[in-house]
């Protein structure tokens, strides 16, 4: 810092103040106090910093798979909010070879210059209702459940099922099949409580639940078995990516989508990828629940209170395409595919 107030004819206090983004110096001496620093390669020295103010402004975002399409969406939403408020954003990925616990995760946040932490927990993990956050370090956990440990954010991942099998029933279904997410995702067994909920509280018959791996090909096979089944008119996946290869296998077993079968996803992750998309989905609002995640962090790390064993929900929104319809006037003959009336 001394170097570059030599180089730029001013006072370290001026220095620091451009460095630190400060108002307080006019454009022209900020704009030498820049050209020194690009000239001798000064860059802040961060841990100083944090030592001096006592804050990295920098967030740990912890995941446990970088693949995953609402996981992507929700980090894109962090990253955003962390932009607009002048922090850093550092990821941590735990993968398959290390234990998947959220005191593990702590342990290795710890290690880096953040002043809090996020961690998308998408799956069930052992320590969840056990795990005390540490008191110097804030913790925000993205997950369908309320914690009474840390403050916790989500969508509606039980709300999105039972408003879906409302709305399907509003056509005059008179039931719902689901293809769900694998068995080891907290969001798809919401998903699929809630579905299997909506039908049981109205008495209706609850089909058999084929499950899925959220991608495409896992709901193409469900899709041939449930073309089989002449009492499928109505088909919920518990994502787009299954609801659209359901689409396909409906169509190459003879099915047609939505004249004899209406299907619906969840996320709306197929926009601009799939051309003419005419899925009908609930939309997640993943970009808004990273953004929100980010503001419950950042207000604890700046001494706030943010209340603990509620979870905060994230509304969904139905996005009305194609590929539902009202139920095709059938007479459904037994072991028989149906036959359209005239």
Known sequence: MQDVAREAGVSPQTVSRVANGSDAVRPETRRRVQEAMEKLGYRP????????????????????????????????????????????ITTLTIGQGRERTLS???????????????????????DFHDFQPPKDLPVVLITEAAADHCPTIDADQYGCSTAIVDYL??????????????????AAESRARGWRDALSQLGLRIPPTYVGDWEADSGYQAGLSL????????????????????????????????????????????????????LTTMRMKFDTIGHEAFSMVMRQCEGDRVPVGVKTVIPCELVERGSVAEPPQVAILSGAQPIPSS
């Not at 880096?112 to 993990?125: A, F, H, K, Y």
């Not at 029933?169 to 995702?185: N, W």
């Not at 169509?251 to 996320?267: E, H, L, M, N």
């Open 45 to 88: 020295n961060y841990a100083a910093r944090a030592l001096k103010h006592g804050r990295f402004r920098d967030v740990g975002v912890v995941l446990f798979n970088m693949t995953n399409f609402g996981n992507i969406r929700i980090l894109n939403g962090i990253c955003a909010a962390a932009n607009d408020s002048g922090y850093a």
């Open 104 to 126: 593990e995760a702590v342990n290795r946040m710890k290690q880096l210059p953040v002043d809090g932490m996020i961690v998308v927990l998408e799956q069930r993990i052992a």
């Open 169 to 186: 029933l509003s056509k005059g279904h008179k039931t719902v099949y689901h293809i769900a997410g694998p068995s080891s995702s907290r």
């Open 227 to 278: 073309a089989r089944d002449p009492e499928c008119t109505a088909v919920y996946a518990a994502n787009d990516q299954m609801a659209y290869g359901a689409i396909m296998g409906l169509r190459a077993a003879g099915r047609r989508v939505p004249q004899d079968v209406s299907v619906i996803g969840v996320d709306d992750s197929l926009v601009g990828m799939v051309p003419r998309l005419d």
